[in-house]
């Protein structure tokens, strides 16, 4: 029996996983401008690759010091956190820089929302949660919408090449294989827990794999650069995943990723506040199709009626 107390109390979970994601979502949006600006002043894409989880990874640790002290040891789950949560949260922070640097902001954003689709066909037999028609429906129409506000940026030119689609179809990946593994972690460590790890994970993965493949990073050397990627990991990290895991406590992953289509959204109205670029007509719709999307995949169960 579906009390009416339970119904109310599902449907305001279900609310707060979605703010929770649009809050992510929007902090997100401002990737591709602090991305850009530390370029410009010289700082590398493995540089901010490798810096932005050690970033967060401290300011999370510093946070679980202070207020929840069983974050910072989970016994015999460390393994499984640091290797599988911090493989590919490293794989998405590696895929993302490396895609801005080579194609620009644009084309890594509209292959990086290839990342839904992903999620909705390997939710089903990974989590067992597979999307309803009306999910996977609305997400094509979000994706769809995401493409169109990449491309109808006036001004700004979608430019790809082979080695900007591999690394964008990496980041594509990475985001999809954190989703699901945000998603499976939920029911068994907390947020706090789940993210700490991971980019403790990621920071060691990339220390080793980085420097060996690549050649050796550097923490910049400009007080400003350094503080502009310390905001750009504890905002766009630290406070960002942490709030998206702690949705995926509350919502199905298919729906958390489509919801965090809105992101180009948020990017593209900072971009025309910020840095003078607006949309052409096709963009105003895909911005409209991206909420459009993200309102139909998300829409919240209906009142169940007391039986």
Not at 171 to 178: L, M, R
Request: hydrophobic residues 55%; charged residues 10%.
């Amino acid at each position: 029996m579906t009390t009416a107390g339970g119904s109310r109390d599902e449907r305001r979970n279900e609310a707060v996983g979605t703010f929770e994601v649009l809050a992510a979502a929007s902090l997100w949006g401002t990737s591709g401008l602090f991305s850009v600006w530390l370029f410009r002043a010289g700082v590398g894409p493995l540089d901010v690759a490798l810096f932005r989880p050690l970033v967060a990874a401290v300011a999370l640790a510093v946070w679980a010091l202070l207020r929840q002290r069983s974050a910072l040891w989970p016994g015999r789950d460390l393994a499984v956190l640091w290797l599988v949560g911090g493989g590919v949260t490293a794989v998405f922070q590696l895929g993302y820089q490396s895609s801005t640097e080579a194609v620009g902001v644009p084309a890594t954003v509209g292959m990086l929302y290839l990342a839904p689709l992903l999620v909705m066909a390997a939710g089903g037999p990974l989590l067992r949660e597979r999307p309803t028609s009306r999910q996977v429906g609305f997400g094509l129409v979000a994706v769809a919408g995401v493409w169109a506000v990449v491309s109808g940026a006036r001004g700004v030119d979608v430019v790809l090449s082979g080695r900007g689609i591999a690394w964008g179809l990496v980041t594509a990946g990475g985001y999809a294989g954190y989703t699901l593994f945000g998603r499976w972690a939920a029911g068994r460590w907390s947020p706090l827990t789940t993210v700490l790890h991971s980019q403790v994970g990621a920071t060691l993965v990339l220390a080793l794999v980085v420097p060996v493949v690549w050649g050796p990073v550097r923490w910049p050397s400009e007080a400003g650069s350094a503080v502009l990627l310390s905001v750009y990991g504890v905002l766009t990290v630290a406070v960002a995943v942490l709030l998206f895991y702690d949705a995926l406590r509350r919502i199905p992953a298919a729906r958390a990723s489509v919801t965090a289509t809105i992101e180009p959204v948020v990017a593209a109205v900072l971009a025309a506040v910020i840095l003078g670029q607006t949309l052409t007509g096709w963009g105003w719709a895909g911005l409209v199709l991206v909420v459009v999307g993200v309102v139909g995949a998300t829409g919240l169960r209906r009142r169940a009626a007391p039986s």
